[in-house]
């Protein structure tokens, strides 16, 4: 079932076609990667796809719905939630504070001024249950200021994930952090993801990353899909390997 | 399943306790202090609502606004165009002001932000200078003293003044503890929190799915309203509105008052707020020189304590808790 459709999208930075006429398609409860080299699109096309950025023509269909003109709060409510490269978090909050605020702004909840935030029990009990998931129970109390650069792409991603998105981006979930705490991270990510049933689009660079956690692979380059397919198909595929491997195209 | 959490409930209770203590010390201080000491807390204690208000936008949302005087000196104002009875009537006044200034100023942030609050602030500032016949000009507006509680307490007869002095002072301190437990709800509210959110990371925030705008704004209105009250308290103590109370100077101070205290702290502000009027006071008294006074403590305060009185203590008090525990 198909949950996301792009139709002919692009995106325009002077000369640069960052986005040059994009048919993507997400299936329903998929964990696909973006990948490709630096320049190729893939932020461009998550920043468009969650109202970061506005495309210069094309279609966005989320779940049949026309969403290109989308406001991003209505973008959110209706299920699309994404985190960030460079880590975005509040950091003067706490780390409970950080993935509270998540679930109050998903409840509408955020107009309340005369209740104190940390007498809902609710609120309080689902985001220690997304913080023992992401495994940051131990760390509630602590500034998100204060977190090592791996806790903090976990708080980032918990932080997108208690919106409870149906589809969920995430711009390059370990990046800056070491090959071992990588595997922590996309072991985390990748099984709170299938447990929640969320689909997920992950850019990546790493591709033993890639290959482990997706079910399907899509190969930017220029602004254009290279391949698509499962690990095994991309494996194969001697043109997109020679790419990966960074060999200059010979079409 | 319910993990529990490292840190439970973090109770209210001693520091609602503290809070009291502190309200009940305040409350001795008539009896034992002179009738100018009472006024100069008095004083003080208004100085602490104009910052507690200011700090919502500088503290907790990340705007520092430049035009602060406009709800202080409107706050003051109307009570000398309409309160005899019911000062607090200039309450909903002042909110009014502040939701279509903030209107206006929300739509930017940072430098801009803070020219566009100075702007219209200045405006309010040469109107109340420019229509002499309405305002009084530069010779301001004579305020007499109110009678309060709606006409249930007046002061006129012998020893008027000390009387309306001691009991202004209460009256000035319950609104003044109503304040404190509001804004501390609203900062600890989701509100609140979304407001700090926004401080700390406007893109994130919004992808949160919050209307940045309508949060500042909303902000805005209680920052405005807050201070607008400290101005409706001031004008009787005072007996005189003059534009000074308008200008942008003005607003200078209560910036100053909030860097004094410590920005980052709840607390802060409201420490600002008393000191910077026992500071300002003993300045005037001492020298002619002191607004140079002043300027030398603004200085030494941004180098030595950008955190503010507040701010420094509570960094003193970690580091030697931490010395304890090692």
Redesign the interface.
């Known amino acids: 079932m198909i949950l996301l459709k792009t139709v002919n999208l692009r995106k325009q930075f002077g000369e640069t076609k960052a986005c040059d006429g994009l048919d993507f398609i997400v299936s329903k409860g998929e964990f696909l990667s973006l990948v490709g080299s630096n320049g190729a699109g893939k932020t461009t096309l998550v920043n468009l796809i ?1 109202a ?1 950025l506005q495309p210069d023509s094309g279609q966005i269909l989320f779940e049949d719905r026309d969403i290109t003109f989308m406001s ?2 209505d973008r ?2 209706a299920g699309i ?2 985190s ?1 490269q460079i880590v ?6 706490s780390v ?3 993935v ?3 679930i ?3 409840e509408g ?12 029990q609710d609120v ?2 689902e985001s ?2 997304v913080l ?1 998931q992401f495994g940051l ?2 760390k ?2 602590v500034p998100a200021g204060g977190l090592a650069q791996g806790e903090r792409k976990l708080l980032d991603v918990a ?2 994930y208690a ?1 409870r998105p149906k589809l969920l981006f995430l711009d390059e979930p370990t990046s800056g952090v070491s090959t071992r705490e990588k595997t922590q991270i996309m072991d985390t990510v990748s099984s709170v993801v299938r447990a929640g049933t969320v689909t997920a689009v992950v850019i990546e660079h790493d591709m033993d990353v890639v290959f482990r956690y997706s079910d399907r692979i899509v190969m930017m380059h220029e602004g254009r899909f290279l391949a698509d397919g499962t690990p095994e198909e991309i494996k194969a595929n001697t043109e997109v390997a020679n790419i990966l491997l960074g060999a200059p195209l010979t079409a | ?3 529990e ?3 439970s ?2 109770s ?1 209770l001693p520091l609602a306790g503290a809070a009291l203590v502190i309200l009940l010390g305040f409350a001795l201080v008539p009896l034992f202090a002179g009738t100018y000491q009472t006024q100069l807390l008095t004083y003080g204690l208004i100085a602490a609502i104009a910052a507690l208000g200011f700090n919502l936008l500088l503290g907790y949302t990340g705007l520092l606004s430049f035009g602060h005087s406009a709800y202080f000196g409107m706050g003051a104002y109307i009570v000398a165009f309409l309160a005899e009875g019911y000062i607090l009537i200039g309450l909903p006044v002042t909110a009014i002001l502040s939701a279509l200034f903030g209107y206006i100023c929300v739509r930017h942030t940072r430098i801009f932000f803070g020219i566009l609050t100075l702007a219209l602030s200045q405006v309010l500032w040469s109107l109340a200078f420019k229509f002499f016949w309405v305002t009084g000009g530069s010779d301001g507006l004579r305020i007499p003293r109110p009678t309060l509680l709606g006409g249930l307490v007046d002061f006129t007869g012998p020893g008027a003044f000390v009387r309306f002095i001691n009991v202004y002072y209460y009256y000035v301190l319950a609104v003044f503890a109503i304040c404190v437990v509001v804004m501390w ?2 900062v ?7 407001l ?2 926004i ?3 406007e ?9 940045i705008r309508r ?1 500042r704004w ?1 902000a805005f209105l209680i920052s405005g309203t807050f201070t607008g009250l400290a101005g409706i308290l001031w004008a009787p103590l005072n007996g005189l509105a003059t534009p000074d109370v308008l200008y942008w100077t003005f607003s200078g101070e209560i910036v100053f008052t909030a860097l004094l205290g410590g920005f980052r702290n709840f607390t802060g502000p409201i420490l600002g707020g008393i000191v910077f009027t026992y500071l300002k006071t003993y300045a005037v008294a001492t020298t002619e020189y002191w607004q140079l006074l002043l300027g030398v403590v603004l200085v030494l305060l941004v180098l030595v304590l950008p955190t503010g009185i507040v701010g420094a203590l509570t960094s003193l008090a970690t580091r030697f808790k931490a010395r304890e525990k090692s």
């Not at chain 1, 909840?109 to 809902?120: C, E, R």
């Open positions: 969650s970061h991003v709060t959110i409510k939630a994404r960030f975005n978090l509040f950091d003067g909050l409970f504070d950080n509270a605020l998540s109050f702004a998903r909840k955020t107009v309340k001024i005369a209740a104190l935030a940390d007498h809902d309080r009990d220690f249950d023992g129970t131990s509630s109390a932080v997108a919106l | 399943m319910k993990a959490p490292a840190v409930h973090r209210a709800v609203i600890h509210s989701p509100f609140g929190k979304a700090q959110a401080r700390d990371n893109v994130r925030a919004r992808f949160l799915g919050l209307r949060f909303i």
